[in-house]
């Protein structure tokens, strides 16, 4: 089982705004990094460190984090949103990187 | 333009071994951590291994590890994966995938990723 634990489902209207979250306790300590999926295709850094968002994501995708959960925005949710996300933390007890089951968000 | 291509799946039976490539290109190899991450078809991702640039930092998953090995060859731009006593839990689809952070050890923040390799373990 996933030490970082994600809403399996979450439905989003077009055009509205729609937060998934990430549980850990790793993440009192380490921010989260979100990552995108859709199907037959690899995944795509979409949000890490405090908020960072790579080159070619859209200022639409935000992360945020309080306690033992982050959260990943999307303000404003479009139709080629809709994807699996999944959250991964560090951790240092061990050394390893943890990983959520992920949050399928269909858009409406 | 940065690329990542794995190979060296394939149908392999219970215990035995396998080895993954992973050819980078696009960028200086040698100044960036690595890492394998899998997924079983239509699960979810379920990182693997991580190594730093100077390979002197190794860090691995709980489910494999003393199984699984990484190693890189900064000379030939190649990382790999050998994986010892495959079970059928191993099935699975294998990228390759470069971190985010120039020099630093491994992170959980990976920028680019190959479309995987697939290794399948049936008996």
């Known amino acids: 089982s996933s030490e970082l634990t994600q809403d399996p489902v979450v439905s989003v209207a077009l055009g509205q705004t729609v937060s998934i979250t990430c549980q850990g306790e790793?993440?009192?300590?380490?921010?989260a990094t979100w990552y995108q999926q859709k199907p037959r295709q690899a995944p795509v850094l979409i949000i890490y460190?405090?908020?960072q968002r790579p080159s070619g994501i859209p200022d639409r995708f935000s992360g945020s984090g309080s306690g033992n959960t982050a959260s990943l925005t999307i303000t404003g949710a479009q139709a080629e949103d809709e994807a699996d996300y999944f959250c991964?933390?560090?951790?240092?007890?061990?050394?390893?990187?943890?990983f959520g089951a992920g949050t399928k968000v269909a858009v409406l | 333009e940065v690329q990542l291509v794995e190979s060296g799946g394939g149908l392999v039976q219970p215990g035995s071994s396998l080895r993954l490539s992973c050819a980078a290109s696009?960028?200086?190899?040698?100044?960036?951590?690595m890492h394998w991450v899998r997924q079983i078809p239509g699960k979810g991702l379920e990182w693997v291994a991580g190594?730093?640039?100077?390979?002197?930092?190794?860090i691995y998953g709980d489910s494999v590890k003393g199984r699984f090995t990484i190693s890189r060859d900064n000379a030939k731009n190649s990382l790999f994966l050998q994986i010892n006593s495959l079970g059928l839990d191993d099935t699975a689809l294998y990228f390759c995938?470069?971190?985010?952070?120039?020099?630093?050890?491994?992170?959980?923040?990976?920028?680019?990723w190959g479309q995987g390799t697939m290794v399948t373990v049936s008996s």
């Open positions: 460190g405090n908020n």
């Open positions: 696009g960028f200086t190899f040698d100044d960036y951590a």
């Open positions: 995938a470069k971190d985010t952070y120039y020099g630093g050890p491994p992170s959980d923040a990976f920028d680019v």
């Open positions: 790793s993440l009192r300590t380490y921010y």
């Open positions: 991964f933390s560090r951790d240092s007890s061990p050394t390893r990187v943890l």
């Open positions: 190594l730093s640039w100077d390979s002197h930092t190794v």
